[in-house]
């Protein structure tokens, strides 16, 4: 008995895929190359990706919880206000909220100052809008724990 010759049959699913596919140009980003005189080299300056600030990611995280303090003050005094502990209550919360808005305010402040100076330096820092709203939930935060004291207060 005689077998056929051995042929060999591609696999079904198909070939490999390859190890390494550079990415597409739509996808890489810029990158200047400045070549060197006299030589066949030169010398590249990759684009960075901007980074956020980080007392801007602070003072938006401030701001939030200076909010959710002025809230969770007006919850406690209004609850508290008929049987006397409410305004000691909301105060203490009030203390915590205004700390709060005012770190808020300091961090948006100095986050701003940093994009603005960076941007001159040449290196890249984003988040301008989160200190913009840090600043201003800050403040919003810290003037409701002031409103919550003095309603609870006259509540009293």
Do not use: K, N
């Amino acid at each position: 008995m005689s077998y056929p010759p051995y042929q060999p049959q591609p696999p079904a699913y198909g070939p490999p895929p390859p190890m390494y596919a550079p990415p597409s140009p739509a996808l890489a980003p810029a990158m200047r190359v400045d070549a060197i005189q006299g030589t066949p080299f030169g010398v590249a300056y990759p684009a960075v990706p901007t980074s956020p600030s980080g007392p801007s990611i602070g003072s938006l995280v401030a701001g939030i919880a200076s909010i959710l303090v002025a809230l969770f003050a007006m919850c406690l005094g209004f609850t508290g206000s008929s049987e006397g502990w409410g305004l000691a209550a909301a105060g203490a919360f009030t203390v915590l909220g205004i700390f709060l808005g005012a770190g808020a305010a300091g961090l948006g402040l100095a986050g701003t100052r940093q994009i603005r100076r960076a941007a001159g330096s040449g290196r890249t820092v984003s988040g301008r809008g989160m200190a913009i709203t840090g600043i201003v939930l800050g403040c919003v935060g810290g003037g409701l724990a002031v409103v919550v004291v003095l309603l609870t207060f006259l509540m009293s």
